[in-house]
């Protein structure tokens, strides 16, 4: 796509971007078809290239407006459009520019600025958001229906092995997870153990700067990263394996740390470091694949019907699809069909309390799909995905690697 930056815009970041991924930009559509917003309310200017659209205009200097924002708004960041483009837009990249240059230009209301505050400092901070679930969980019974289905019952963790291996991994344990499913960081921690790896956390680490940075507080999501790349480096400098998420949101957002500290004089270097020290739950135990068959007891089969939802950040995020399935097929369970297991089920963080319409609607069309083949269990790999989905279903949302934990204890039947 032939473009002009705006004399503003020139040799700034956002301008680098937005000139490198516009070019790559050929119009052919093919984004349409995979886009969720555009699935739903049927918009060009709710689709990746009708977005892209629009953010060329205000970067060849067209002055943004409401409207404007409320298009790149409505963009769930799934991604699903660059696994589908044939020339390779990275169409993240350039929302985000872009999203940067029209909140700066076009501002929030005063309620709007508050409702995003609010969600930034309340779900980053666990011990804020642990108290407030503990408050709900305690009202719970209490709770009109509407209100009842975002408050969870309390999970317990169940036992987390206290470190004895050679082998090391440190996990971040995130901001929400802890609290609503401490369960499973506790079970990945189990198997692990099973493995010969113990997993450790560091109190120092906090929120992997995710929900920061998609509220458009790149300052806050910079700070963030900091902060967990100073927790996280003496680790690896004492020999620990790798940095393991258990959320894949988590995980795309802390895989990307060396882009987004690229420019950073001190902690680029650092921060490339963690990146690559960064994986996926799931990347670890395909490595230890043939080991853990051999630990999977063969009491368990048949195992429940699972129905399996990727969520986009592990499957457009990270481009990581098919090897969960595969492991969970060959430890014994059996796989649901699912239909369009690319699109979005609407949570994208703090997306289905911005936009609960959109975000409803696409999760009454993801649960439909998910229980199409009558599953016993939902699977999933992201603690936004599950407790979205869990909010409308009466089949139970876990994340996959407890199903893998109770299948190595034995205790799936």
């Known amino acids: 796509m032939q473009t002009s930056l705006a004399s503003q815009y020139r040799n700034t ?40 659209y629009l953010m060329k205009q205000v970067f060849e200097g067209a002055t943004p407006t409401a409207k404007t924002q409320l298009h790149l708004d409505r963009c769930l960041t799934c991604r699903a459009c660059e696994t589908t483009c044939p020339s390779g837009v990275e169409y993240g990249r350039l929302l985000d520019a872009g999203r940067a240059v029209v909140e700066q230009a076009v501002g929030r209301s005063a309620g709007e600025a508050v409702k995003r505050s609010a969600l930034k400092r309340g779900l980053s901070n666990p011990a804020l958001f642990n108290t407030a679930l503990k408050l709900g969980q305690t009202a719970r019974g ?36 802890p609290a609503i499913k401490p369960g499973i960081n506790a079970a990945t921690a189990r198997v692990l ?43 690896l400098d004492a020999g620990v394996e790798a940095i393991v998420m258990t959320a894949s949101g988590c995980g795309v957002m802390v895989k990307d740390y060396g882009w987004q500290l690229r420019h950073d004089p001190v902690y680029a270097e650092k921060a490339a470091r963690i990146a690559a020290a960064t994986k996926d739950i799931s990347e670890v135990l395909v490595a230890e694949r043939d080991v853990l068959l051999r630990l999977v007891p063969n009491a368990i089969s048949p195992a429940p019907r699972v129905a399996w939802h990727p969520p986009c950040t592990l499957q457009h995020g990270q481009q990581l699809g098919g090897d969960i399935e595969a492991l ?9 069909p699912v239909a369009d297991k690319h699109l979005c089920c609407g949570s994208a963080g703090t997306y289905s309390i911005l936009q609960p319409e959109i975000a409803g609607e696409l999760k009454t069309r993801k649960l439909a799909s998910l229980a199409a083949g009558q599953p016993e269990v939902i699977a999933t790999a992201n603690i936004g995905c599950l407790t979205h989905l869990q909010s409308g279903s009466h089949v139970p949302v876990r994340h996959w690697v407890e199903l893998l934990d109770a299948a190595l204890a034995g205790q799936l039947n």
């Open 142 to 177: 209490l709770l009109p229906g509407f209100l009842k289905d975002k408050v969870p019952a309390a999970d317990p963790a169940g036992t987390w092995p206290a470190p004895r291996h050679a082998r090391k991994m440190l996990v971040l344990e995130g901001c929400v997870q």
């Open 328 to 336: 969970l097929v060959a430890c014994g369970f059996e796989l649901t």
């Open 13 to 52: 970041p956002e301008g680098e971007v937005a000139e490198r991924v516009l070019r790559a930009c050929v119009h052919c559509g093919f984004c349409l078809a995979t886009c969720p917003t555009y699935q739903v309310l049927g918009s060009e200017l709710d689709s990746p290239r009708g977005r892209i």
């Open 193 to 235: 153990d099973r493995l010969g790896v113990s997993l450790v956390a560091d109190a120092q680490a906090g929120c992997c700067g995710a929900l920061a940075h998609h509220l458009n507080d790149h300052s806050d999501a910079l700070a963030a990263m900091r902060r967990n790349i100073d927790a996280w480096l003496p680790h």
